[in-house]
């Protein structure tokens, strides 16, 4: 958790541009999710809604969920689930029948959960049964993560920067 802090999410990974692709523009939309996941853990009770975060690899899913639960956590709170990475899991009608009860059980009890996935709202309804990816899309508050992949980008910035002090 000490590794995804909210302070360490670093917006300038999004472009400020208009993605042609998606019409939008990623570093708002991304600015607004941070916001939103702040927010969230700042203001978390046992009965907050759950949050569905999907989109491509490496556009922060994963440190905003862990941001949050580190945050839920030392306040004390230990009833949020963290689902991470959903879809990644080998499908089998028994695996499918335990999302479907993970998702049924914490929604009917009102228990928060946070689930994060790299399907598209596409592949989702290709690999799950519709009363799933109902559940998903309209008992959590959605949040498609758009952008380019960040670890990329570190990646190239750290290069550069190494490149730059050899100089």
């Known amino acids: 958790l000490q590794a995804s802090r909210f302070e360490d999410f670093d917006l300038s ?15 708002v939309v991304m600015e ?6 702040k927010q969230y853990a700042d203001n978390f009770r046992p ?13 922060g899913k994963t440190h905003l969920s862990l941001a949050i639960a580190g945050v839920v ?4 709170y230990s009833d949020l689930l963290v689902l991470d990475d959903l879809g990644a899991e080998f499908t089998t009608p028994f695996s499918l ?10 929604i ?15 592949e989702f309804y290709d690999k799950y049964a519709e009363r ?18 960040v670890r990329q ?13 050899g100089k």
Request: glycine share 6%; with cysteine; net charge positive.
């Open 73 to 76: 956590a030392a306040k004390g």
């Open 32 to 37: 607004r999710y941070y916001r939103y996941c």
């Open 132 to 149: 799933i990816v109902s559940r998903l899309f309209t008992q959590l508050v959605s949040m498609q993560f758009i952008g380019r992949d």
């Open 47 to 59: 009965d907050s809604q759950g949050i569905f975060m999907y989109g491509n690899t490496g556009l």
């Open 97 to 106: 029948s335990v999302v479907y009860n993970i998702l049924n059980t914490r």
């Open 153 to 165: 980008l570190r990646r190239q910035r750290e290069v550069e920067r190494r490149k730059n002090q």
């Open 108 to 122: 009917a009890a009102s228990r928060p959960m946070i689930i994060s996935s790299n399907l598209s709202a596409k």
């Open 13 to 27: 990974y999004y472009p400020d541009v208009v993605d042609p692709e998606t019409g939008r523009n990623p570093r």
